[in-house]
């Protein structure tokens, strides 16, 4: 008998063991998530301080939150394309069918030129794409189709500007982090392209940190930081009303305590006048530096700019480049509008290339911006 009730009582120590070990996995996972907040919430809190390094203990690897996978960068634009395509179809479509005309009239000439200014392309650009179409048109000779559509394509990939140097300054350095400033009007897609860049730089395995310098409203921070918690980036904010400048001063300086990779700054988008806004970001971007030492610089500062707000959308984007030298420009909505010209147009008034283009709501909407694949988009369409 007594071997049965010893065996008995073995059994039931193991299973409270086991039960308890069942349940403190889900708190101790909950007590990850809430370190991290924690962190977030303290501008400036000391790094990693009194968290447990990931996978020790349980033996279980690295039991942080489920984490969202982001999609690889490089296939994005051929996912996104449709999206593209279908937005831009009047665009593509029209412009063949009037190039296939039996007779390229002065009418017809008029009538692409239309269509392209429709678009947001700008007038000279159209211009200058309409008189080279015209004249390879007239030396060739040819009212082919194929033919016809390899000039069109050609002439807008030369407008689009293929030689521009699209690549982000994100590739990590030694000794300090990478700092991008991401700068535009309310609602253009700041935050949105802010925590679509994280998942970009996490899924090439880069360490990224967030700064939300925009503290005009709590939300702004607590939108910026839940893009952050998906993909396991945490985000540096201050109180609301905060000096936005101190904020993007300390997420740089924490990225350099931190060994990280690539600090991304938020900034807030109110355009009260030139003036405050000059004032306003001169000084983020300046005293965002300063941690960095005298011989580095911020190294990018993208311009995030809706695609669908068109001239308007210009305008403001000039007034934005006057107040802080823009590196790349970030072409959001570009799923929503017809108007995909405006890529031309905004290249050529600000002398910066396009970098990355939004192409909806989703995370991983957001593609590096190539100047032959979107034309093919367009043109194929
Ligand atoms: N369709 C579409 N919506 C976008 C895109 N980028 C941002 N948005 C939306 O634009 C709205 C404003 O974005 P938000 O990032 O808050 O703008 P912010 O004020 O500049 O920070 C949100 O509803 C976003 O989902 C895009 O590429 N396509
Ligand atoms: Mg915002």
């Known amino acids: 008998m007594e071997p049965v009730i010893y065996a008995g009582i073995g059994v039931l120590i193991l299973l409270i063991i086991a039960g308890g070990a069942f349940l403190l996995a889900p708190s101790r996972r909950r007590r990850r998530t809430l370190d991290t907040d924690t962190a977030t919430g303290v501008p400036g809190a000391p790094a990693g301080e009194g968290e447990e390094a990931p996978g020790d203990g349980d033996g279980e690897p690295a039991s942080a939150p489920a984490l969202e996978q982001p999609t690889e960068p490089t296939t994005r634009l051929a996912r996104l394309r449709d999206r593209l395509a279908k937005s ?9 069918t009037l190039l296939s005309r039996d007779t390229l009239d002065e009418e017809t000439w008029e009538e692409i030129e239309d269509l392209l200014i429709m678009a947001d392309i ?4 159209t211009a200058e794409i309409v008189d080279a179409l015209r004249e390879r048109v007239r030396v060739l000779g040819t009212r082919e189709p194929a033919v016809l559509r390899d000039l069109l394509r ?22 300090s982090p990478r700092v991008v400033l991401v700068v535009g009007v309310n609602g253009a897609g700041k935050t949105t392209t802010v925590g679509k860049i994280a998942r970009v730089l996490v899924a090439q ?12 409203r709590a939300a702004a921070a607590e939108q910026l930081s839940t893009w952050g918690s998906r993909v396991g980036v945490e985000t540096v904010r201050g109180e609301e009303g905060a000096d936005p400048a101190s904020v993007a001063y300390t997420a ?9 990779d690539v600090v ?3 900034t807030a988008g109110r355009l009260q006048n030139k003036k405050g806004l000059m004032d306003e970001l001169g000084k983020v971007k300046r005293v965002a530096a300063r ?53 031309v147009a905004v ?23 190539d100047a032959a694949g979107f034309v093919d988009a367009i043109v194929d369409a």
């Open 88 to 96: 831009n179809t009047t665009l593509g479509r029209g412009l063949l």
């Open 122 to 125: 700008g007038v000279d650009p």
């Open 154 to 175: 050609e002439e807008l990939i030369r407008a689009v500007d293929p030689t521009m140097d699209r690549e982000l300054a994100v590739e990590p350095l030694d000794g």
């Open 205 to 216: 395995d880069r360490s990224v940190l967030l700064g939300a310098a925009d503290t005009f």
């Open 252 to 260: 740089v300086q924490r990225g350099i305590d931190e060994d990280v």
């Open 264 to 266: 991304l700054v938020d």
């Open 291 to 343: 941690p960095l030492g005298e011989d580095r610089a911020i190294d990018e500062v993208l311009l995030v700019l809706d695609a669908t707000t068109g001239q308007n959308g210009l305008q403001q984007a000039k007034v934005f480049s006057e107040a802080v030298d823009i590196t790349g420009i970030v072409l959001t909505k570009l799923d929503g509008t017809a108007k995909g010209g405006i890529v």
């Open 347 to 369: 290249q050529r008034a600000l002398g910066v290339p396009v970098k990355l283009i939004g192409l909806g709501e989703g995370a991983d909407d957001l593609a590096p911006f």
